[in-house]
């Protein structure tokens, strides 16, 4: 290649050539290692190696991630962001070069080892989502949390392992669910009727809320979240155990979601852009569970953590009294009118 440089145009010429190349090779090594926000609210990486991560903190409040992906060890470090009041951590992923916040070679780990399912933590069901967790002397927590997140819904099982790092005070956010009986069931039936649900997220009393969105649901403004909620052995072909069965938006304004249970009507030329088998699944298939067993997880706002809510749906036979009373319930949480209806009988 040097020799190619140098024979086409001349010692001077390709001198300035690779100068230019070094520069360029340079710059770009320079980049990689400079400090980013964190995307997608906590998420800093993917497919860690064995699920390992080693979570320290040191006395100024810079927290480092260890672990390995593929071959390579991976030494993040992270820092500027607590509860929801600010968006992004700043991240460092050269583990100190980029940014001279520390070195991740030196960093004196200051933060006391919480156990995650205690009541101190805090993080109620999410603690099985959680390998590590501890208290910094400020009196402030921090999680790494491993999920998989995007999984194919209606029936899919597998996803990647994503890496969520959180930093909070007192509490997480609140993500309570119920579960009743929908208004109709197949083909608009009175006397049949899918499972349904409806719930609220919010965090300290405030609503999270979507302020813009693409087509396909995908928050855009770094504040609204997609709650995802699994079926467990669900009636989706070869889904046993636990299943994706959507993931959706808390609305405008009270941070309120519903969703029925029921075979969907999708072209195939959806802007989900759902590929078989899941096609057949949603057109075919409710997703309701063998188990009467449901979950719903989410992305806590800012840099909280991740929340996780399990529910019992609503036992058959059908009850109108018992549905009626669950309808009052949505409507006391939610509102009437909306994009959430309470399900009220037919009279």
Same mark, same amino acid.
């Given at each position: 290649?040097?020799?190619?440089?140098?024979?086409?145009?001349?010692?001077?010429?390709?001198?300035?050539?690779?100068?230019?190349?070094?520069?360029?090779?340079?710059?770009?090594?320079?980049?990689?290692?400079?400090?980013?926000?964190?995307?997608?609210?906590?998420?800093?990486?993917?497919?860690?190696?064995?699920?390992?991560?080693?979570?320290?903190?040191?006395?100024?409040?810079?927290?480092?991630?260890?672990?390995?992906?593929?071959?390579?060890?991976?030494?993040?470090?992270?820092?500027?962001?607590?509860?929801?009041?600010?968006?992004?951590?700043?991240?460092?992923?050269?583990?100190?070069?980029?940014?001279?916040?520390?070195?991740?070679?030196?960093?004196?780990?200051?933060?006391?080892?919480?156990?995650?399912?205690?009541?101190?933590?805090?993080?109620?069901?999410?603690?099985?989502?959680?390998?590590?967790?501890?208290?910094?002397?400020?009196?402030?927590? $921090?999680?790494?949390?491993?999920?998989?997140?995007?999984?194919?819904?209606?029936?899919?099982?597998?996803?990647?392992?994503?890496?969520?790092?959180?930093?909070?005070?007192?509490?997480?956010?609140?993500?309570?669910?119920?579960?009743?009986?929908?208004?109709?069931?197949?083909?608009?039936?009175?006397?049949?009727?899918?499972?349904?649900?409806?719930?609220? =997220? %919010?965090?300290?009393?405030?609503?999270?809320?979507?302020?813009?969105?693409?087509?396909?649901?995908?928050?855009?403004?770094?504040?609204?979240?997609?709650?995802?909620?699994?079926?467990?052995?669900?009636?989706?072909? %070869?889904? +046993?155990?636990?299943?994706?069965?959507?993931? =959706?938006?808390?609305?405008?304004?009270?941070?309120?979601?519903?969703?029925?249970? +029921?075979?969907?009507?999708?072209?195939?030329?959806?802007?989900?852009?759902?590929?078989?088998?899941?096609?057949?699944?949603?057109?075919?298939?409710?997703?309701?569970?063998?188990?009467?067993?449901?979950?719903?997880?989410?992305?806590?706002?800012?840099?909280?953590?991740?929340?996780?809510?399990?529910?019992?749906?609503?036992?058959?036979?059908?009850?109108?009294? $018992?549905?009626?009373?669950?309808?009052?319930?949505?409507?006391?949480?939610?509102?009437?009118?909306?994009?959430?209806?309470?399900?009220?009988?037919?009279?």
């Amino acid at each position: 290649m040097i020799a190619e440089i140098f024979g086409s145009c001349g010692y001077a010429c390709g001198a300035r050539i690779l100068r230019l190349t070094l520069l360029i090779t340079l710059a770009a090594v320079a980049l990689s290692a400079l400090p980013a926000t964190a995307g997608a609210a906590t998420l800093i990486d993917r497919n860690p190696l064995r699920g390992e991560v080693t979570l320290k903190v040191d006395e100024n409040g810079t927290a480092l991630l260890l672990y390995r992906k593929g071959a390579l060890q991976k030494h993040v470090l992270a820092w500027g962001a607590v509860d929801a009041s600010s968006l992004k951590f700043s991240l460092d992923f050269s583990g100190g070069w980029g940014s001279h916040r520390a070195n991740w070679r030196k960093l004196k780990n200051v933060c006391t080892s919480l156990d995650p399912a205690s009541a101190e933590a805090g993080l109620g069901s999410a603690a099985e989502l959680t390998i590590a967790a501890c208290t910094a002397p400020d009196g402030t927590k $921090w999680a790494v949390q491993l999920w998989r997140r995007m999984i194919p819904n209606y029936g899919g099982t597998h996803g990647k392992v994503e890496i969520f790092l959180s930093h909070w005070t007192t509490t997480t956010a609140d993500l309570p669910v119920l579960g009743d009986w929908s208004l109709n069931g197949p083909d608009a039936s009175p006397s049949l009727h899918y499972q349904h649900m409806f719930g609220r =997220f %919010s965090f300290q009393g405030v609503p999270v809320v979507v302020g813009k969105a693409d087509p396909r649901g995908k928050p855009l403004d770094g504040i609204g979240r997609n709650i995802y909620v699994d079926s467990l052995n669900s009636n989706y072909p %070869s889904s +046993s155990g636990w299943a994706r069965v959507n993931g =959706f938006l808390a609305q405008r304004p009270n941070g309120g979601f519903c969703y029925v249970f +029921s075979a969907r009507v999708i072209p195939d030329n959806s802007v989900h852009q759902i590929q078989q088998p899941w096609l057949n699944n949603a057109r075919n298939h409710s997703g309701e569970s063998a188990d009467n067993a449901y979950r719903a997880t989410a992305s806590g706002p800012g840099v909280t953590p991740v929340v996780r809510t399990y529910w019992t749906g609503a036992v058959a036979p059908y009850d109108a009294v $018992w549905q009626q009373t669950m309808a009052e319930q949505q409507a006391t949480l939610l509102g009437e009118g909306g994009s959430c209806e309470p399900q009220y009988p037919r009279q």
